[in-house]
């Protein structure tokens, strides 16, 4: 009897790896928001959130909520906007199987993370391995996986090119790399809207995002491994 594959943790994070070099891009004012997704994950039905509320001053967070199918992934971001500058304090991010099959096939997980700027290192704790706790030396413009949503949507919108970006998560740094693949329609609320179209391959592992102009968050995210889609988000709604 052939094992059953795990439900990846972090839907989001490997598409949205962090972003650097965001210095020659004009500021873009931060709203709140929240958007809704239908979603996929191994085939099981789901719904999802995505959230941005001000924490005070510059400070703000940004969440992402799945579940269904008996499984709950939960992933947040503590940071600051300064200028043109997305800076990660703190992140969370988990998942757990609550009932039915997905209890079976979802490993319990929960990682803390802290962006020690003034040390110039990050740190994490709770489920990781012992290569994962870092400290990894941070570099200006470094983010986690959250925060690449949100500034991989401004780069796109700003025309910016290439789009390059410096991951920091899991203990280790890694470079990412986002390639522009035209346009394509997507539907948004029963609305057809054009989408520019980017895909970032490493090794088995592909993300495809549809970025809409005008949209704080992409309009459908796909996470792909070895040519079989494993995690599929589509916008509903952003209110």
């Known amino acids: 009897m052939s094992k059953p594959n795990r439900i990846i943790s972090r839907p989001l ?3 949205a790896a962090a972003l650097l070099a965001l210095a020659a891009l004009p500021a873009l004012a931060l709203e709140p928001f929240t958007a809704t997704y239908q979603a996929t994950f191994m085939g099981m039905r789901a719904d999802a959130n995505m959230n941005l509320a001000r924490e005070g001053g510059n400070r703000w967070k940004y969440g992402l ?3 269904g199918a008996g499984a709950r992934l939960e992933q947040s971001t503590v940071f600051e906007a300064n200028g043109d500058q997305l800076r990660p304090l703190s992140s969370i991010d988990s ?3 609550e009932s039915g099959i997905a209890a079976m096939l979802v490993r319990r997980r929960n990682v803390n993370a802290t962006y020690d700027w003034s040390a110039g290192e990050a ?3 709770g ?3 012992d290569d994962q706790g870092g400290p990894v030396r941070l570099q200006q413009g470094d983010m986690d996986g959250m925060l690449m949503n949100l500034a991989l949507v401004r780069d796109v919108q700003a025309g910016k090119s290439p789009l ?3 991951l920091v998560e899991d203990g280790r740094s890694k470079r990412q790399v986002f390639e522009r693949q035209g346009t394509e329609q997507v539907t948004v609320g029963g609305r057809n809207l054009q989408a520019t179209k980017v895909v970032r ?3 088995r592992r592909q993300i495809v995002a549809w970025i809409v102009d005008d949209l704080p968050v ?3 995210l796909l996470q792909r491994r070895d040519g079989k889609d494993v995690i599929d988000m589509r916008l509903q709604a952003v209110n």
Do not use: L, N
């Open 218 to 220: 992409p309009a459908r």
């Open 13 to 15: 994070q490997a598409c």
């Open 127 to 129: 489920d990781v391995k």
């Open 123 to 125: 740190r994490w704790t």
């Open 164 to 166: 390059r970006y410096r």
């Open 95 to 97: 998942q757990r199987g």
């Open 201 to 203: 391959t490493d090794g």
């Open 65 to 67: 909520q799945v579940a």
